[in-house]
């Protein structure tokens, strides 16, 4: 199944936000055409490499097509414009502005091709007296409010380890892209759309917890370590040799909690009564927890939570995920020979649908266009 075959998409994006999104479109089928100039990509040249090949840039340009073509040149715009024609989507990821230099703005393309859904890709978005500034995901993570959120209790702000504003960014992209590309099925016109998707208005808008405090108490959130905001106990605990994670966020959850560890007395210590009341005594609760945890090991108290029916893990790291049983039954990583790639996560009629061609070298399909 590959939902999106027949679909063209340009890419004219480069490193992370505006590849991840046509990504995910070439792994539904859509026929991505990478618009590269003479230099590449500048990911070509992230470290690590695999036979001398960057894997940063192997992951998200899977499956795609690679044309090197040099905008500001007349001839080689007459080459994109003979792509533009047969063209279902164009998605770019310049700063705002630098389009319009080259001619290849919306406003422009969308007047030849009034079919094309063109899609923007910026830090800031296309509009708003940030628009021309520099963007780069620590800083949008950094504007966001999700960094002063995020961070050792007490702490100062930390970044999230991975970059959340790109990422984030791709995906809404691609699925403004899905929902635009169905709206103008329904179109008698079939007429196109223009989407501007802003890195920082994603990562604003996935903060709903930090923004449910927000808005109830006209308080910003500040870092708090592992636990959650709202909920108790709801946080990582010190068992004998490590950490493990328990999450609890209802009295249903409470009461299985306690009869695990075999404390009934706690189901009437009015400190513990509600979440909301465990929330405000949850420092002295984790002093109880840990002092039960403590006694076994974490794979010993997820095991006991587990089948108390009490949601528990360990902390693995990614390399621990990818080696697990469970990541093998879901296929996390696809096997592109000499490495793995990770897959879209959806399972389409109990099928994944992923898109295992390598990417492409630079320039590789140049002979699709007259030159």
Sequence with gaps: MQPLQGVTVLDLSRVLAGPYCTSMLADLGADVIKIETESGDDSRNIAPFVENESIYFSIINRGKKSICLNLKNPEDQARFDSLCEKADVVVENFRPGVTKRLGIDEKTLRERYPSLIYCSISGFGQTGPMTAKPAYDIIAQALSGLMAATGPDGGPPTRIGESMGDVCAGMFASWSICAALFQRERDPHRNGCYLDVSMLD??????????????????????????????????????????????????SLFKRLIECMEMHELSSDERFTSDEQRCLHQGELKAIIEG???????????????????????????????????AKERGLLLNMGSWRSPAQPVYFNGKKVANNQPAPKLGQHDNLIKR
């Design 202 to 251: 994603c990562l604003f808008s996935m903060q709903v917890t930090n923004l449910a405090q927000y808005v109830a108490n006209d308080k910003a959130p500040s870092p708090i370590g592992n636990r959650h905001p709202l909920s108790a106990p709801f946080d990582s605990f010190q068992a004998s040799d490590g950490k493990v994670i328990v999450a609890v966020i209802t009295n």
């Design 292 to 326: 039960w945890t403590s006694k076994y090991t974490v794979k010993e108290v997820c095991e006991k939570l587990d089948n108390a029916g009490v949601p528990a893990s360990p902390i693995w790291d990614i390399k621990q995920l990818s080696q697990s049983e469970h």
